[in-house]
């Protein structure tokens, strides 16, 4: 595996493969010292043209917990203000040796050009482009759902495990969604059963030809797919046109009476079901405060398995193959 640009192009062992390796990390950042020496001497830049917080804050953490050397570059403030093309940040990149690029762009297809083009020789990681594709974020909801659907609520017996027979729910604003389309995807490709859950108009073109199922009514998926668990998408008013996202549902009180997850709907499901969202929330429309901060919400802990699954990404991009082909790190070992 030399780039991670989308879940499309992970095999099923090798997605299994970087499960198995977040576990082992996320075992040593339970420990004191939770700073492992695997990546000392390489350098990784995270480019991001477009704001976050998580995204960029994990990837960073996860380099540097793997000591790696860290480069935050910002869109905003930096030379691409002043016109410089994404050819030409690629290359100054490269002159400054970078190992490994992580990219979050606006444009859909960015982060593969880059792998791609030519202009750099770097492992590239796709931290979201455009409504595309985010690998990583789908990664660590899979993680997570494993965590707690298989092996007994931990990490001990998933390794080597799928999530054949489970069913997820992914309900909201799939249309605008990257983590939507990455996370039907993968877990497909790890045996779940996914039902997408939307009103009309927030549905992609072309949606029937994806590994799922589609859905229009949040509360009759509840009681017909018994869901294990239920992911919450953001309305992304931001890519609405007025930004109120009255193009696309009538007012928001309507649509979080018809696909919002509140306390209601939350005692429907399945008693051992977890409650996911990407992030950021937006408390009181797509999910009540109650929802959020409920005892099977698991949303705190998705940001913490996002180290743990991105550092796992890192280690096997960078240093997989000097460790040996298929070797997954333990503290006997690579740790």
Known sequence: MRHLLSTADLAKDDAILLLDTAAQMAATQAREMKKLPTLRGRTVVNLFYEDSTRTRIS?????????????????????????ESLKDTALTLHAMGADAVVVRHQASGAPHMLAHAGWLDAAVLNAGDGMHQHPTQALLDAFTIRRHLVGGGSDAGTEGTDLAGLRV???GDVLHSRVA?????????????????????L???????????????????IERAKPDAVMMLRVQR????????????????????????GSRRLARLPGHAIVMHPGPMNR?????????????SVIVEQVANGIA?????????LAGNDAGAGSVPNERTSL
């Open 59 to 83: 990837f960073e953490t996860a380099a540097k917990r793997l000591s790696a050397d860290v480069i935050n570059f910002s869109a905003k403030g930096s030379s691409v203000s002043k016109g």
């Open 284 to 296: 009181g429309l797509e999910i009540s405060a109650d929802a959020a901060d409920h005892a099977r």
């Open 203 to 221: 549905l992609p073109v072309g949606v029937e030809t994806w590994p799922c199922e589609v859905s229009y009514h949040l509360d009759e998926t």
């Open 169 to 171: 729910a992914i309900v």
């Open 309 to 317: 699954v991105r550092m796992a990404a890192l280690y096997l991009l």
């Open 181 to 201: 389309r990455s996370n039907v995807r993968l877990l497909h490709t790890l045996g779940a059963r996914v039902t997408l859950v939307a009103p009309p108009t």
């Open 238 to 261: 931001e890519r609405m046109s007025g930004g109120a996202g009255g193009a696309f549902f009538p007012s928001a009180q309507e649509y979080s009476r018809k696909f919002g997850l």
